[in-house]
């Protein structure tokens, strides 16, 4: 039993990210008492903020605002055949601990979805002839519209101060945009970015040969903002530490930067730092969670009270926690039957880094969100049916941090000494790259269950992933190849790199890809092949909701934030209009 028992709330929230954050503030200003529970320790902005140093060694090679895997490791392998192992240092991502999660030291594009990536499977459907797709995909449709979810992006959109160039206000194209965006309410709350050398020569190669490039969307705002909550953000000052730290500047949108300062001086919000929650505990029928148990920082059990459980933290935490708490039934990929781990998916990036000797590209001078990018390939933009593949991709030139420690240099150079110092002389600033952020489909062998063999250091299972790539994936990298080395020849460098997975590949947990991670509790329409309705509420315990990149069915090309937000405030909403006047199921089974 528990050695402490806190005081009761009405609501408490596991994870202080941004979908935690967000659950927060909403609900306490709905007058609720709300306690938020972060398994790290607390990150105020002025921890890290002007005149402090960003130091490189400290955020981008030692992690120092990362969760390290001694307190977040799983076990990984390919599939069901082999044993599992344990990740001993972070590598293909990376999530964050404390105060803020992942958000706190994420890069900051903030891009919507399309409507076709929403109903990904009615469009599977429509487009694709029988056989055509690997039998044992298992895309899905998001439960909602297009029409419903979008005022909820537009919200967050403000709460974060997208800055890019509007493509659809109410179905009316716009220069400069996206074409293919699905039809905004709202223009964007802030102009773009200030475009970099490799944005102009980028866009113009693309334009030339067809393809309909943009501003990448990006919560390093552009001009000063003040969003709904009343928090303020400075304008960027493109230092160029943005991905892997923490903004020093308050121009990138955060929990810190636009939600907590606001919420924490709130009378019915606190919250509780270095609380690791270890289960949520139910009531015997089993149909309701009575609160949740955590570790404190002295080693103690703490037993927190309350009516409302919300489940925010990353992806594959809230996954074991309904795993270790008996939330739902767990998936079994034979049988097919059990919902909580299934639908598994990550993602794959590539690209090609051009060298050229007369072009000085600055990179000292760069937001994290500093580039241009084109959606011409994702689904329903191009003839995927016909190639046989699914999927696609935003295809971006980034403009880099300029930090020396990672530069990238020509091929052939030594990797360090003499040939590597007189290399960085005569190319530091002098290349630029073409991306590609993929989608990623969910395979029936691709899903998320507890390791029998590997514990944490409370004794509790590890969370394994049996996780790689299928031939669609690879495919679509090898399409994608094609597309980028023709953008590539058109601005004809002087030396050139490229990194794309070959047909032959396996994911490489080793290299950093992206902290994409999504799935594993996914929403859907009915109980039977989804661990949450709409409203982000667990069929099975309906007093527990569940926000973040686990109610994803499968992984689309867009960066997941702007969805993660859009379906909390959703799930926000319906909890304040719906389930506090009347307690229960808010879809019928």
């Known amino acids: 039993m528990p050695h402490i028992t806190n005081d009761d709330v009405d609501v408490v929230i596991v994870g202080l990210g941004w979908a935690g954050s967000l659950m927060a503030i909403e609900l306490a200003q709905a007058g609720l008492k709300v306690r938020a529970l972060e398994r790290g320790p607390d990150r105020p902005p002025e921890d890290f903020a002007y005149p402090k140093p960003a130091d490189q060694y400290a955020y981008a090679t030692r992690n120092k605002v990362f969760a390290t895997p001694r307190d977040a490791a799983l076990t990984v392998r390919y599939n069901r055949d082999q044993a599992a192992l344990p990740t001993r240092k972070w590598g293909a991502f990376a999530p964050g601990t404390g105060v803020g999660g992942s958000g706190l030291h994420w890069t900051g594009v903030l891009i919507r979805p399309t409507p076709t990536d929403i109903k990904l499977k009615t469009y599977a459907d429509q487009a694709y002839k029988r056989g055509t797709l690997d039998p044992e995909m298992r895309v899905k449709d998001f439960p909602f519209t297009w029409d419903e979810i979008e005022p909820y992006y537009d919200f967050f959109e403000k709460v974060c101060g997208l800055s890019g160039n509007?493509?659809?206000?109410?179905?009316?194209?716009?220069?400069?945009?996206?074409?293919?965006?699905?039809?905004?309410?709202?223009?964007?709350?802030?102009?773009?970015?200030?475009?970099?050398?490799?944005?102009?020569?980028?866009?113009?190669?693309?334009?030339?040969?067809?393809?309909?490039?943009?501003?990448?969307?990006?919560?390093?705002?552009s001009q000063a903002w003040t969003n709904p909550y009343g928090a303020q953000l400075a304008p960027c000052n493109y230092c160029g530490y943005c991905s892997k730290y923490p903004c020093l500047n308050y121009s990138k949108a955060s929990p810190?930067?636009?939600?907590?300062?606001?919420?924490?001086?709130?009378?019915?919000?606190?919250?509780?730092?270095?609380?690791?929650?270890?289960?949520?505990?139910?009531?015997?029928?089993?149909?309701?969670?009575?609160?949740?148990?955590?570790?404190?920082?002295?080693g103690k059990e703490v037993f927190q009270p309350a009516k409302i459980v919300v489940l925010s933290s990353f992806q594959f935490a809230n996954v074991r926690l309904?795993?270790?708490?008996?939330?739902?039934?767990?998936?079994?990929?034979?049988?097919?039957?059990?919902?909580?781990?299934?639908?598994?998916?990550?993602?794959?990036?590539?690209?090609?880094?051009?060298?050229?000797?007369?072009?000085?590209?600055?990179?000292f001078?760069?937001?994290?969100?500093?580039?241009?990018?084109?959606?011409?390939?994702?689904?329903?933009?191009?003839?995927?049916?016909?190639?046989?593949?699914?999927?696609?991709?935003?295809?971006?030139?980034?403009?880099?941090?300029?930090?020396?420690?990672g530069t990238s240099l020509p091929p052939g150079t030594p990797a360090w000494g003499k040939g590597w110092k007189e290399a960085m002389?005569?190319?530091?600033?002098?290349?630029?790259?073409?991306?590609?952020?993929?989608?990623?489909?969910?395979?029936?062998?691709?899903?998320?269950?507890?390791?029998?063999?590997?514990?944490?250091?409370?004794?509790?299972?590890?969370?394994r992933m049996t996780f790689d790539w299928r031939?669609?994936?690879?495919?679509?990298?090898?399409?994608?190849?094609?597309?980028?080395?023709?953008?590539?020849?058109?601005?004809?460098?002087?030396?050139?790199?490229?990194?794309?997975?070959?047909?032959?590949?396996?994911?490489?947990?080793?290299?950093?890809?992206?902290?994409?991670?999504?799935?594993?509790?996914i929403m859907g329409a009915s109980p039977r092949d989804s661990a949450l309705n709409r409203y982000l509420q667990s069929w099975d315990v309906h007093n527990?909701?569940?926000?973040?990149?686990?109610?994803?069915?499968q992984n689309f090309q867009a960066n997941p934030t702007a969805t993660i937000g859009a379906i909390?405030?959703?799930?926000?909403?319906?909890?304040?209009?719906?389930?506090?006047?009347?307690?229960?199921?808010?879809v019928q089974a």
């Open 425 to 463: 002389v005569d190319w530091y600033g002098r290349s630029m790259k073409i991306s590609i952020t993929t989608t990623c489909m969910s395979y029936r062998g691709h899903y998320l269950d507890l390791d029998p063999n590997y514990r944490d250091p409370w004794g509790q299972p590890l969370l």
């Open 322 to 363: 309904m795993l270790l708490s008996g939330i739902g039934k767990p998936y079994d990929p034979v049988s097919e039957t059990g919902t909580v781990g299934r639908n598994y998916a990550f993602l794959s990036n590539g690209g090609a880094t051009l060298f050229f000797k007369d072009k000085h590209f600055n990179p």
């Open 166 to 221: 509007t493509g659809n206000l109410r179905g009316k194209v716009q220069p400069g945009g996206d074409p293919f965006e699905g039809p905004r309410s709202n223009p964007y709350p802030l102009p773009a970015l200030q475009d970099t050398l490799n944005c102009s020569m980028f866009s113009g190669a693309a334009r030339k040969l067809g393809y309909h490039p943009f501003p990448n969307p990006s919560a390093n705002v």
């Open 544 to 553: 527990v909701f569940v926000p973040g990149g686990n109610a994803f069915p």
């Open 256 to 298: 810190q930067t636009t939600i907590l300062d606001v919420v924490k001086r709130m009378p019915n919000f606190s919250y509780r730092v270095n609380a690791n929650v270890i289960r949520v505990d139910l009531h015997a029928d089993r149909k309701t969670a009575r609160g949740v148990t955590y570790i404190d920082e002295h």
């Open 568 to 586: 909390t405030l959703m799930a926000a909403d319906a909890i304040k209009k719906q389930y506090l006047k009347n307690p229960g199921p808010l």
């Open 471 to 521: 031939q669609n994936e690879l495919k679509l990298q090898r399409y994608l190849r094609d597309i980028v080395l023709n953008i590539s020849k058109e601005l004809k460098p002087d030396a050139m790199s490229e990194s794309f997975l070959a047909l032959d590949s396996h994911w490489d947990i080793t290299k950093y890809v992206s902290t994409h991670n999504v799935g594993g509790a």
């Open 365 to 405: 001078a760069t937001a994290g969100a500093t580039g241009e990018m084109f959606n011409d390939i994702s689904p329903g933009n191009f003839d995927g049916p016909s190639l046989g593949f699914i999927g696609g991709a935003k295809i971006h030139s980034s403009q880099a941090t300029g930090a020396p420690i």
